[in-house]
C-alpha cells in the first residue's frame, strides 16, 4: 500500500491546474517536487523533470520521489533551464521566485518559444516586470488567475509564445489576463489600484507628470475593474 499523498498549498495547486493532461513537465525551482510528484501520481503527466540550482532542495526532492514511488520523475540540478533539454518539457512550470528572474530564465532558453509548448508562470515578487518582459519578446498571455495564500495573494500566468497576440494594453503590466471573477483577483486588482496611487502621490513634488500618469493609471485601472466585473 503506497504512502497517503500531501495535499498541494493554494498557490501550488493552482500550476497545477493550469498543466495539461499527458504532457511532459519541466518544473524549474522545484525545491522538494512536490508539484512534479502530485502530478505524476494523479496520473495527469507523464513524465517530468524536477530542477533546482540549490543541491539542499534536489536532495528532498530526490527522496520524495522516491518516498511517493514517483516514476518517470527525475530531479536534476540545472540553473534554469540550461540542463533541459527541449524535448522534455511540453508544458514548463515557474513557479516561486520573483518575476526578474523568471524573465532571465526564460530569455536564456530561445526553444521556449518554440512549437506547442506552454509557460506556467508565477511570480512572487515583479509581477509587472514579468509582464513587460512577456510583451516585449512576444509571449501572449491565455490565461491568469489569483490566488491566496499564507496572507498574501499571487496570480499565476499561462504564457505562449504568439507574438500578434502579445498585450497591448496600457494596463496590461499591472493586471495581464487577470479578470475580477474571484474574491482573490478583486483583492489583487485592488493592491495593484492602491500601489499605482501610492507611487503616483509620492511623485507629486519630486516628477508632477510621471505622478499624474500613474493616478491616472490607477483611475483607469480601477473604471476598467468595476465595468468587467459588472459583466461577469
Excluded at 533546482?52 to 522516491?66: F, M, Q, R
Aim: glycine content about 6%; charged content about 25%; aromatic content about 6%.
Amino acid at each position: 500500500m503506497g504512502r497517503p499523498l500531501f495535499q498541494l498549498d493554494p498557490r501550488l495547486q493552482l500550476c497545477a491546474d493550469f498543466v495539461r493532461p499527458g504532457t511532459k513537465l519541466a518544473d524549474i525551482g522545484t525545491d522538494h517536487a512536490y508539484l512534479p510528484v502530485w502530478l505524476k501520481k494523479q496520473e495527469k503527466i507523464t513524465s517530468a523533470v524536477a530542477a533546482d540550482i540549490h543541491t539542499g532542495p534536489l536532495e528532498k526532492a530526490k527522496e520524495n520521489i522516491l518516498r511517493y514511488q514517483a516514476q518517470n520523475v527525475t530531479a536534476r540540478l540545472s540553473d534554469g533551464l540550461s540542463q533541459i533539454l527541449p524535448q522534455e518539457a511540453d508544458d514548463i512550470v515557474i513557479a516561486g521566485m520573483g518575476g526578474e528572474l523568471i524573465a532571465r530564465i526564460l530569455s536564456q532558453a530561445l526553444w521556449v518559444r518554440e512549437g506547442d509548448r506552454h509557460l506556467i508562470l508565477q511570480p512572487m515578487t515583479c509581477a509587472q516586470e514579468l509582464r513587460e518582459y512577456l510583451r516585449e519578446n512576444g509571449f501572449a498571455l491565455l490565461r491568469e488567475e489569483a490566488v491566496e495564500s499564507r496572507a498574501h495573494v499571487y496570480t499565476v500566468m499561462l504564457a505562449v509564445y504568439c507574438p500578434q497576440k502579445a498585450g497591448n494594453d496600457d494596463l496590461y503590466p499591472y493586471i495581464g489576463a487577470l479578470q475580477p471573477n474571484t474574491a482573490a483577483a478583486r483583492r489583487y486588482m485592488a493592491k495593484q489600484i492602491q500601489s499605482l496611487r501610492r507611487r503616483g502621490q509620492g511623485l507629486k513634488t519630486k516628477n508632477p507628470e510621471k505622478s499624474e500618469r500613474l493616478l491616472q493609471t490607477a483611475d483607469r485601472l480601477e473604471a476598467v475593474a468595476k465595468e468587467r466585473e459588472d459583466l461577469l
